[in-house]
């Protein structure tokens, strides 16, 4: 995954997560479920934010930036911006 492709997944999962929050704020779907949903992706987003910092601090260094993989959601998951 290049990093435009990465910027397309966060901008796609952000959009899903704004419009998940404003489902559950107004009570128009099932908290439950939707709370689960809203974990899952931000487990993802945290491990995307991850992979593109990481890939544009190898690539500044001179290194090859597709070398660089995700690492596991429980390894990035909660990371302050």
Known sequence: MDQQQILARITEMVDA????????ASGAIDE??????LGVLEREL????????RRRAVAESGGDPDTV???PAAQ?????S
């Open 17 to 24: 997560e704004r419009t998940l929050r404003e489902s559950l």
């Open 32 to 37: 439950a479920t939707e709370r689960s949903r």
């Open 46 to 53: 945290d491990q995307c934010w991850d992979l593109l910092r």
């Open 69 to 71: 993989r995700a690492r």
């Open 76 to 80: 990035v998951e909660n990371y302050q």
